[in-house]
């Protein structure tokens, strides 16, 4: 089991509607390909969690560089976890403020990605601490 995290840019602003048609594609795909995982939007940007097999991973991970909605991506970490930690979620999703996107990228700033998030320590936690809180429906929200 792996997490791979990417972010990318949006080749044009995505309307509430383009969002959910892209949202109901990726959870379809996730759940046939036994993904989990959360994206947040902002600001014309993705941060993508994904979690699965590496080889599921990698396919995915094709399949999203090759969406026209899609660019610049950039693989921020690829690293082994132990248990889920998105399990309940096909693809959580969240839109975000500029803000909010700029603090969680934070997390992900080139100096902070690839040395650190291998052995899934301190900095990979945080990050994934702040997509579950972003991504996490409000107490007693029902579906």
Known sequence: MHHLIYLSQATRPLSAKALTCLLDQARLANERQHLTGALVY???RFIQLLEGEPAVLEQAYAR???????QHLSRVADYPITTRQFADWPLAFQALSPAQFTHLAGY???TKSKQHFPGYGSVASLFVEAMRALVQPPTGFTT
Do not use: K, N, V, Y
């Open 64 to 70: 999203i560089i090759r969406d026209p909605r899609h």
């Open 108 to 110: 992900l700033a080139p």
């Open 42 to 44: 902002g600001d014309r």
